[in-house]
């Protein structure tokens, strides 16, 4: 079983719609989630990150932690077209220097 | 601010010939280093890591070795390359005594022939 797994999409919608990524960890000790967004042929860009449960906000994304059910999600409210790009998601542990991440999630906004 | 530069952005070389990718990061002091690769449509694998200049934590015994011959360098390297060396490579940084972030240079686009 990996520990960190996301569905690979890809997952398709009409511009404005909310989007919802998902990834799911099976290893309790993971303390760190992060979410990149990556562009073809480009380096993954650090879009939000968080240490707790519950809700972080920053514009239209919304990251949400759920530790007790090992489930993080990234919401993306009204969704452009730019968002279009693969979605990563990322998890680390307390001093400790490596991270796992998901296989990321192919988004596609329509116009 | 802190800045990644990683270069080149493709490379194509053929089998049997050395590599030698580079990265350097900017404005921080002592950071963790890391080359991850990216095979097409798949995730992120941790490829070296270094927390100190000469130190350097290999996570896949393979035909790259790595080096970091200065605080903020990091070297990927090959004797001889292979066609399964073909990939997306990656490197990044993090600040110490933080595991929250994790930020990536704009990455290289390498082609064995």
């Known amino acids: 079983q990996k520990e960190v797994e996301q569905d690979p999409g890809p997952l398709s919608v009409p511009e404005g719609a909310i989007v919802s990524l998902n990834c799911t960890y099976s290893n309790s000790a993971f303390q760190y989630f992060m979410w990149y967004r990556q562009y073809s042929r480009k380096g993954p860009e650090l879009l939000m990150y968080t240490y707790s449960s519950g809700n972080k906000e920053d514009g239209r994304f919304t990251a949400q932690v759920d530790k007790s059910s090992k489930y993080i999600s990234l919401f993306i409210r009204d969704s452009q077209p730019s968002d279009s790009a693969t979605y990563l998601c990322a998890m680390g542990r307390h001093n400790f220097n490596k991270f796992y991440f998901g296989s990321g999630t192919k988004l596609n906004v329509k116009p | 601010s802190q800045t990644i530069h990683q270069w080149p952005a493709t490379l194509v070389q053929p089998v049997g010939s050395p590599l030698s990718l580079e990265c350097t990061v900017e404005?921080?002091?002592?950071?963790?280093l890391y080359w991850y690769r990216q095979a097409a449509g798949r995730g992120l694998q941790l490829l070296f890591y270094?927390?100190?200049?000469?130190?350097i934590s290999s996570e896949v015994p393979q035909n790259l070795s790595a080096s970091r011959p200065q605080d903020r360098q990091f070297i990927l390297s090959s004797k001889k390359l292979l066609l399964s060396d073909s990939g997306f490579y990656l490197c990044?940084?993090?600040?110490?005594?933080?595991?929250?972030?994790?930020?990536f240079g704009s990455g290289t686009q390498l082609s064995v022939l």
């Open positions: 404005g921080t002091s002592n950071p963790n």
């Open positions: 990044a940084w993090k600040p110490q005594g933080t595991n929250e972030k994790l930020f």
């Open positions: 270094s927390v100190g200049i000469g130190q």
